[in-house]
């Protein structure tokens, strides 16, 4: 049974794809869209999130739906240059939307204490603060740490489902991931500065 789990977490994309990779992607979207919004944390991008000046709600839903959207139609576009096989556009909007299932996770560990504090501090003089207690700091070194090791289970999710949506091996999936990834990061971070 673990072996199972272990494979499916390994790679997911085997066994969900389409639209059941879109429900469960769209239920994670809805459900780390309600926690960010109830603990005044932003996606300012895929790679980036915080605070924000604008706690409107609908701010935090088009940041969840911009950056779900924006990868998806990048790494879409960008597969048809870069592959020859048939790309079915619902198989990279569940994909992708499915790999960013560990949102929920980084959502909840964001509305935790220490990082809500550092995420909504205004001055230098509260950061020197909040850096002074021993105990605030190794709680925030221990979430960080949690976080960035939950996006980068999102990033290998992405690569893999890029791999499998998109039929893609080698240089063109690299390419095809990095446009998606990093160029849909600050093509996000554009357009949801915006909202503020």
């Known amino acids: 049974m673990m072996k199972k789990v272990l494979e ?12 059941t990779a879109l429900v469960w992607g769209v239920a994670g979207i809805i459900v780390s ?5 109830g603990g005044g944390i932003h996606f300012h991008g ?9 706690e409107a709600w609908w701010c935090f839903v088009v940041e969840h739906l911009v950056v779900w959207l924006v990868p998806s139609v990048l790494i879409y576009l960008s597969s048809l240059f870069a592959g020859r096989s048939h790309v079915r556009p619902v198989d990279v909007l569940g994909t ?4 960013q299932l ?3 996770l980084l959502s909840l560990f964001m509305v935790l204490p220490p990082m809500r504090e550092i995420a909504t501090i205004q001055s230098l003089q509260a950061v020197d603060q909040l850096l002074s207690d021993t105990g605030w700091l190794l709680a925030l070194v221990w979430i ?3 976080s960035v090791l939950i996006v980068i289970g999102m990033l290998y999710w992405m690569f893999r489902a890029i791999s499998v949506a998109c039929n893609l091996k080698g240089r ?4 095809v ?16 500065g915006l909202c503020y």
Request: aromatic share 20%; hydrophobic share 55%.
């Open 96 to 99: 992708v939307a499915f790999a």
């Open 102 to 104: 560990p949102f929920v």
């Open 144 to 146: 960080g740490a949690v």
């Open 46 to 54: 895929l790679l980036h999130y915080g605070g924000a000046s604008n």
């Open 33 to 37: 869209t309600a926690i960010a919004c």
């Open 172 to 175: 063109n999936l690299w390419l």
């Open 177 to 192: 991931f990095i446009i998606g990834v990093f160029g849909g990061d600050l093509l996000c971070r554009y357009l949801i």
């Open 8 to 19: 499916f977490m390994k790679n997911p994309f085997y066994r969900v794809a389409g639209y």
